[in-house]
T-cell receptor
Framework: DVKVTQSSRYLVKRTGEKVFLECVQD?????MFWYRQDPGLGLRLIYF???????EKGDIPEGYSVSREKKERFSLILESASTNQTSMYLC?????????????FGPGTRLLVL | GNSVTQMEGPVTLSEEAFLTINCTYT??????LFWYVQYPGEGLQLLLK???ADDKGSNKGFEATYRKETTSFHLEKGSVQVSDSAVYFC??????????WGAGTKLIIKP
């Protein structure tokens, strides 16, 4: 089975802190994604990556950056956390081509910014 | 642009009741359609999918039929269980293989 793990389940940070969220997948997937999930808004794509060192902006990239130095690891960075970034963050991965339709998700990181 | 609209929750049902969660979409062409489920404390997982008109996806007693004429992909189950309590997301795949998500519908099943 595909396994996607995220470094923390719960995180509490203060406004202005730099925050790192880590995601690791063990299925050699090319594609990796970061979403945020907010009630009533569903999942919104922050960034995605098709390959090592490649990244593409999603729908809401402002205030975030990402890093993909190794194929299995995709990091989301909040350069200066703000209270409106309090949310559930979900990482996902998929293969390429038509099989990319199915994304495999980690359990999520619930971030609270005070 | 492409979009997915699903019924607002929460939806509260008694065990063994019939379930329908509505999902409609707006898209160019013929996108693949999906239902994902998020159980409490877990990540999302694919429940079922359909890739062309009139296809029926099914899994764990859930079904959804791709209706091109009504641009819908409603999720149904004949007899729900307490263990079906979760958040259900409808999604479509756009031409770039990205998933476009609905807002999610929370389902609560009472014993």
């Amino acid at each position: 089975d595909v396994k996607v793990t995220q470094s923390s389940r719960y995180l509490v940070k203060r406004t202005g802190e730099k925050v790192f969220l880590e995601c690791v997948q063990d299925m050699d997937h090319e594609n990796m994604f970061w979403y945020r999930q907010d009630p009533g808004l569903g999942l919104r794509l922050i960034y995605f990556s098709y390959d090592v060192k490649m990244k593409e902006k999603g729908d809401i990239p402002e205030g975030y950056s990402v890093s993909r130095e190794k194929k299995e690891r995709f990091s989301l960075i909040l350069e200066s956390a703000s209270t409106n970034q309090t949310s559930m963050y979900l990482c996902a991965s998929s293969t390429v081509g038509k099989s990319a339709e199915t994304q495999y998700f980690g359990p999520g990181t619930r971030l609270l910014v005070l | 642009g492409n979009s997915v609209t699903q019924m607002e929750g929460p939806v509260t049902l008694s065990e063994e009741a019939f379930l329908t969660i509505n999902c409609t979409y707006t898209a160019t062409g013929y996108p693949s359609l999906f239902w994902y489920v998020q159980y409490p404390g877990e990540g999302l997982q694919l429940l079922l999918k359909a890739t062309k008109a009139d296809d029926k996806g099914s899994n764990k007693g859930f079904e959804a039929t791709y209706r091109k004429e009504t641009t819908s992909f409603h999720l149904e189950k004949g007899s729900v269980q307490v263990s079906d309590s979760a958040v259900y997301f409808c999604a479509l795949r756009d031409s770039n293989y990205q998933l476009i998500w609905g807002a999610g519908t929370k389902l609560i099943i009472k014993p």
